[in-house]
């Protein structure tokens, strides 16, 4: 293997953590993600900062947490102030890589911008495409962050997940072969709308598909005000148990179908003598609620929402751990440090994340004592075994114990030590970052009531048919 391994980089979008088979789900099939945990190391403690597309991916190609950049909200407006050459594209190419990314950006920054990739073919160049082979594609029908199950209504071939993926076979095959790579297939699904083929669309209909988690707290007066907002434009209200069901089921299958598309890039670099040559990391954005605690999207701190799949896989001639799993708190940061230590690339002075490479050598436990993440005016708080929510918007708190309870279901801020001990070592966090929820030793309280919502649908999230 030569000393710059080649890196493909695979992201998903609104993945649960849970949604992978090797993650003892009880009916979702990915044999060909499993096969890389297999081969390499999963990590079931993996989140974003900010669980929401633009910020989460504008930390995957800066390193910087969005509270630290200054957005942690979705914000299509904003634009980061950075160097262009401080991105993860420029930064693999000016390591001597050879760098593409197929599919989709979404970023704090003008849309026009590539991150430094030398090549880059998004959804544009994909309706383009569209358009001259079949004219324009049809609408899903459905909005788009809606989550009534649907049959897809476009050509599969031009389906975000299928033209991603061969367009990435496609350069592959043609590309130059003197130097490494850094591909990175950026997907869409299985991101609403919740729309999929046959026999995806069927394949869990028989399944015994886990309910919704609906715990005693999000029930009564502990429920924050931000997760009623959520509650209020969820997009699933309007559907009976048996479309809700199919809902989920649908949503598995969309999650299946990416994964038999990813065995035809994996059946590419084999073809092409890569695989044992290729460093292969797997993630996502951010996750998705499902029905969970009465709503679906993400945008909250709880673990369907905030928590990621997340496999890295590595060729055997580099002796990292292998069919190994970890529960060492990483985050979206850290994908450009450790990208960087990989390339032999510096890692610019503002980047907040930290290098994995000493877990996947075995070299050490962990990586950090605590990690924060922020979205709008909510927060979490991990300490490596209990994680701490505090609701800025009206002073509510959470605690709950992630060594035996993954979904958040038993909150345990009635154990006032705890509660206590989270909260002083939180607050002491927050004064380092010197953030402006903190006040004279103070957490930020809005003191929003039910008043505060807004009645109104989230925009997209009902009847807007969109073109898929």
């Given at each position: 293997m030569s000393e710059q391994p080649n890196i493909l980089f695979i992201t998903t979008d609104q993945q649960r953590p849970d949604?992978?088979?090797?993650?003892?789900?009880?009916?979702?099939r990915t044999p060909h993600l499993d096969m890389l945990a297999k081969e390499g190391i999963l990590f079931d403690?993996?989140?974003?900062?900010?669980?929401?597309?633009?910020?989460a991916r504008t930390t995957m190609i800066t390193g910087i947490q969005s509270h630290q950049y200054g957005m942690p909200a979705f914000a299509a407006h904003h634009r980061i102030e950075r160097h262009r050459n401080d991105f993860l594209g420029s930064l693999m190419t000016q390591a001597g890589y050879q760098t593409a990314l197929m599919g989709k950006t979404h970023w704090h920054t003008d849309p026009t911008f590539q991150a430094g990739f030398e090549v880059y073919r998004g959804n544009k160049a994909r309706g383009r495409a569209a358009v001259r082979k079949y004219g324009k594609l049809p609408p899903s029908l459905i909005g788009a962050n809606e989550m009534t199950p649907m049959l897809h209504t476009a050509p599969e071939e031009f389906s975000t997940t299928s033209w991603a993926i061969q367009e990435s076979i496609d350069w592959l095959d043609d590309r130059e072969k003197e130097r490494p790579f850094f591909l990175w297939t950026s997907l869409l699904d299985p991101h609403?709308?919740?729309?999929?083929y046959e026999p995806y669309y069927s394949m869990y209909d028989n399944e015994d598909i886990p309910d919704p988690v609906m715990p005693e707290w999000c029930q009564d007066e502990r429920l924050p005000w931000s997760?009623?907002?959520?509650?209020n434009g969820n997009s699933f209200s309007h559907m009976n148990a048996v479309e809700k069901r199919k809902m989920r089921g649908v949503y598995y299958g969309m999650v299946t179908r990416v994964d038999h598309h990813l065995s035809r890039l994996f059946g590419t670099l084999m073809r092409n003598g890569l695989w044992?040559?290729?460093i292969i990391v797997f993630t996502t954005d951010h996750g998705e609620m499902l029905g969970d605690y009465g709503t679906c999207f993400k945008g909250s701190m709880l673990d369907p929402s905030v928590r990621l799949p997340f496999i890295m896989r590595f060729p055997k001639s580099m002796q990292?751990?292998?069919?190994?799993?970890?529960?060492?708190?990483?985050e979206l940061a850290d994908l450009l440090p450790t990208f960087c230590a990989l390339a032999g690339a510096p890692c610019p002075d503002d980047v907040t994340g930290k290098n994995i490479l000493p877990l996947v050598y075995g070299e050490q436990d962990s990586i950090r004592d605590d990690l924060h993440g922020q979205i709008n005016n909510n927060h979490f708080f991990h300490d490596g075994r209990y994680k701490y929510l505090y609701f800025a918007d009206d002073g509510k708190e959470l605690v709950f114990d992630k060594s035996c309870d993954p979904l958040d279901e038993h909150d345990l801020s009635e154990n006032s030590a705890l509660l206590a001990r989270l909260?002083?070592?939180?607050?002491?966090?927050?004064?380092?970052?010197?953030?402006?929820?903190?006040?004279?030793?103070?957490?930020l309280n809005l003191h929003k009531t039910n008043s505060d919502i807004d009645p109104s649908n989230v925009l997209n999230w009902m009847g807007l048919g969109i073109c898929q």
């Open positions: 949604a992978l088979g090797c993650s003892g789900h009880p009916c979702q403690q993996a989140y974003t900062d900010c669980p929401v597309c633009i910020p609403p709308p919740n729309v999929t997760l009623k907002d959520i509650q044992e040559n290729t990292t751990l292998r069919n190994a799993k970890t529960s060492a708190l990483i909260r002083k070592r939180f607050i002491a966090h927050l004064q380092n970052e010197q953030h402006e929820h903190l006040t004279d030793g103070q957490l």
